[in-house]
């Protein structure tokens, strides 16, 4: 049994369970969460008869191995993982303001299929654990102790990285609780964003489930017709229902969903899109980021120039619409959105940040 896949508030019981003092559960989650120790070993104040349970495998911490660690001349630093099946997933940890913000993968591969999306050419092999996703932001997290700025740490959670969080809810939800708890990584939910291509009943599903965490929505496209060719996802729930669910989504004072646009040249970039766009989302308590799109190769579509994404911007900020532009990080080790999917194949980069 990995203790990682059950929230650190069960610990004490599971431990119980095992004829130990409850207790125990407290202490070894305060090695894990607050000083990213797995090594039953290293836990000095965790007797014999509870290391042995690890010894003979009632219990485990285990973590997928890390693969490869590579770091962008921007600062960006990109992990690989193999997890113990095979499939290799990423997480990003991007410096902002003397602190981190990690994205992390929520599946491996994925089987949305939006065009634009590097992840999408891999396909879905599988869902992450609970576990697995914990993993990610524990082995990031010891990383950073161990990088400048002195003290820094990760003070925000993007599930942005390779697939579709809200496809994996059954893991998502409890490791948004781990991540949140005060025994776990006491990390607020709102500083917690985890992004769909819009699965309408599970946006509900993530609401139901009164997490706290902020939402964002990939749009993509103005309308119907264009959204459903880039995202094939747009066949099943358009976009006015994806609204509809934005709406319905529990939100605290002031906080607003965050539309993500991925901007291609000559197809979802011009000033009339823009003007589209505008009066879809006035209505609503929302913001945009637009992201320039991050080409691959293979892929069949284009950077927009600046002046087209300024003006973009500019006729979004028309319509009262915050717009930012988010600044592709790490393409030179193909960390930027949408560019996250690593073959078995792929040569390993060593820390030290040699652009691929
Ligand atoms: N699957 C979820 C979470 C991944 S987020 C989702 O799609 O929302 C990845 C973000 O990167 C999404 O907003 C997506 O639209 C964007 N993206 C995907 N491919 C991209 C690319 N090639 N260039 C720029 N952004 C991209
Ligand atoms: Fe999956 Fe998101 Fe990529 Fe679409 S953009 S294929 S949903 S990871």
């Known amino acids: 049994m990995n203790l990682l896949d059950h929230t650190p508030v069960t610990w004490g019981n599971i431990l119980a369970e095992k004829g130990q003092a409850s207790y125990r559960g407290r202490q070894i989650a305060h090695w894990v969460y607050q000083r990213f120790t797995t090594d039953p070993q290293k836990m000095s104040n965790i007797p014999t008869g509870v290391r042995s349970l690890f010894a003979n495998g009632a219990l485990s911490l285990t973590l997928p191995e890390v693969v490869s660690t590579s770091q962008s001349l921007d600062g960006t630093v990109k992990m690989a993982f193999r997890l113990v099946d095979g499939p290799v997933i990423e ?8 602190e981190w913000t990690l994205c992390l993968s929520s599946q491996a591969g994925c089987g949305i299929g939006c065009r634009f999306c590097r992840t ?59 991540l949140t708890h005060p025994d776990g990584g006491g990390l607020s939910p709102r500083r917690i964003t985890v992004s769909t291509s819009g699965l309408v009943p ?19 496209a103005p309308d119907d ?44 970039d011009s000033i009339s899109q823009a003007r589209t766009l505008g009066r879809l989302l006035s209505p609503f308590r929302s913001k945009v980021n637009l992201i320039p799109f991050n080409p691959f190769s293979g892929s069949p579509f ?38 996250l999917a690593r073959e078995l194949q792929d040569p390993l980069v060593l820390t030290g940040g040699s652009p691929t």
């Open 91 to 98: 997480s990003v940890l991007i410096p902002r303001k003397g």
């Open 120 to 178: 999408a050419s891999m396909g879905l092999s599988r869902n992450l654990t609970t576990s697995e996703i914990l993993s990610q932001w524990l082995l990031a997290s010891r990383l950073v102790e161990g990088l400048p700025p002195e003290d820094s740490r990760i003070d925000h959670i993007v599930f942005m990285g390779m697939g579709e969080p809200l496809a994996n809810l059954d893991a998502l939800i409890p490791s948004i609780r781990s």
């Open 202 to 220: 599970r946006i509900d599903a993530l609401g139901e489930a009164n997490t706290g965490v902020r939402l964002a929505i990939s749009l993509c």
């Open 225 to 268: 017709a264009l959204r459903r060719e880039i995202m094939p996802v747009g066949r099943i729930y358009s976009i006015d229902e994806i609204l509809e669910a934005c709406r319905r989504f529990p939100l605290r004072n002031r906080d607003r969903i965050t539309f993500e646009y991925v901007l291609l040249a000559g197809v979802n």
């Open 302 to 339: 284009q950077r927009p120039t600046e002046a087209a994404v300024t003006a973009f911007q500019d006729t979004l900020s028309g319509f009262h619409i915050t717009a930012t532009v988010r600044k592709s990080m790490g393409p030179d080790v193909l960390a930027a959105c949408g560019q």
